[in-house]
């Protein structure tokens, strides 16, 4: 990535069009909104920032990263994004009923995690123009986040109203839906079951919207690992649709890593429909030493299979993913 230089505030706010000066006018023809033109020059250095910052976070976590450094991200990331604030909050105090950098705003504190002085600017943007979907879809995800949860899915209902054909508005809901079951039941006064039925409609909405999302397929795999029964809890529901969940993940899996995850998970789900020498052949094509013991884990409810690692004592299951608590932001 090419390195941005920040600007000094003045130059950037004069940039902006923030300090009124006289400029001359433009031919008709080619003439631009100016304050849209201040606006993109500020979702740039809303950018830059945030990707220098990521590159040092980056650089820090390497095993070779200086202690000194380590120490000094702190002032350093702060220094980054002071002018960033500045910029905003002048932006807003000269152009206050632009709703979308009410938005872009929200956004940039819930990056530096200062999502609890988001909220109003979300609430402030939908006032200022109720048909921006993406508006009420940060709103809900805040509520989803930091409880009143169900005042989301109301908000998410409303991105998806404006937006139908918005994949990942239909994946934060039905992501809230499937984490807060307790709350849907009691605002759409529903059964578990119907619960369970109404996030997986909501997610395969997204998918079919956006049908080569390998991590949203992958999600809504993981999901039926939820789904269990009442009889015996440790057994799933639905083995045979997390089966065809993760059979359409494989077709989009992007490496031979991802596959090989995949492998094992399917075999699980062959196992539940007691299908062992499917299952067998699943767990013999994954050779990447970082699944040997998740794959000899799964292997050992398997007849007849051969582990190559020893049993693990601890009953923690990773591979019992659950599915992603921070919905996706747009």
């Known amino acids: 990535m090419n390195d941005i230089r920040l600007l000094p505030l003045s130059v950037l706010f004069a940039s902006l069009g923030l300090f009124g000066q006289e400029t001359t006018s433009p031919d008709p023809a080619e003439a631009i909104d100016p304050v849209e033109t201040a606006y993109q020059q500020l979702l740039e250095l809303d950018d830059a920032a945030l990707k220098k910052i990521d590159e040092w976070i980056r650089a820090s976590q390497r095993p070779d990263a200086k202690e000194a450094d380590t120490i000094a991200l702190a002032g350093k990331i702060q220094a980054e994004i002071a002018p960033v604030h500045e910029a905003y909050k002048l932006f ?3 152009h206050p009923t632009h709703a979308r ?3 872009t705003y929200a956004s940039f504190l819930t990056d530096i995690g200062k999502e609890d002085e988001s909220l109003s600017l979300l609430i402030k943007a939908t006032e200022l123009d109720p048909n921006l979907p993406a508006a009420w879809n940060n709103l809900a995800n805040y509520y989803g986040h930091f409880g009143e949860v169900k005042k989301a899915f109301g908000h998410y209902e409303r991105a998806i109203e404006i937006a139908p054909k918005e994949s990942v508005y239909y994946h934060n809901f039905g992501t809230t839906v499937f984490l807060f079951r307790k709350d849907v039941r009691e605002h759409y006064q529903i059964t578990e079951e119907e619960v369970f039925d ?3 409609k909501l997610y395969e909405k997204a998918l079919a919207l956006d049908p080569k999302n390998f991590d949203l397929a992958e ?3 993981q999901t039926y690992y939820g789904i269990r029964t009442q009889d015996v809890p440790s057994r799933m529901a639905r083995p045979a649709a997390a089966l065809k969940a993760w059979r ?9 890593f991802e596959k090989q995850g995949v492998f094992v998970h399917k075999a699980r789900a062959l196992i539940e429909l007691m299908q062992f020498n499917d299952a067998r ?9 970082i699944y040997r013991e998740l794959r000899d884990r799964v292997g050992r409810r398997v007849p007849g299979y051969q582990a190559t690692s020893p049993p693990e004592p601890t009953p923690t299951d990773p591979l019992r993913a659950q599915p992603p608590s921070s919905p996706p932001l747009p």
């Open 198 to 200: 109404k996030a997986l």
């Open 101 to 103: 950098a009410h938005l």
């Open 92 to 94: 807003i105090k000269t």
């Open 281 to 289: 052949q699943q767990l013999e094509q994954v050779n990447l030493p």
């Open 248 to 256: 359409y993940a494989e077709t989009l899996a992007p490496s031979d």
């Open 219 to 221: 999600d809504i795999a």
